[in-house]
């Protein structure tokens, strides 16, 4: 939104975002080493989730003449992520044929937040 009064111009921005997304999948490997074979099976799943309450930008600025003007803008992001990511593997010398298992459960959640402000 702007506002225009004579010389002086405002203006505000505000912004909401959703971002959520899902990961599946298999990651077979096989590591040759000279005398031994490895198998490397993995199966991961993820879920994630970015979530903007709110993102706002306010600002303001003065027309000195018609080449300068004088301003100022206050800007604040914030985001809250969270994040589910989880693995399953099987190692061993023979394919279909594990000799270990392991299991990793990641959970994250941040909140990363930016301010700013300019002077014009």
Do not use: C
Request: hydrophobic residues 25%.
């Amino acid at each position: 939104m702007n506002y225009k009064a004579g010389k002086w111009n405002s203006f505000q921005s505000l912004e909401h975002l959703k971002r959520a997304y899902n990961l599946d999948g298999t990651f077979p490997r096989v590591f040759y080493d000279g005398q031994q074979t490895t198998y490397y099976d993995q199966e991961a799943y993820g879920k994630s989730k970015n979530l903007g309450p709110p993102n706002l930008r306010l600002g303001t600025d003065f027309t000195l003449n018609g080449r300068h003007s004088i301003g100022d803008m206050v800007y604040f992001n914030q985001n809250k992520r969270w994040e589910d990511f989880n693995t399953a593997t099987l190692i061993g010398n023979q394919p279909q044929h594990p000799q270990q298992f392991i299991t990793a459960h990641n959970y994250l959640v941040n909140t990363p937040q930016t301010q700013e402000q300019q002077f014009r």
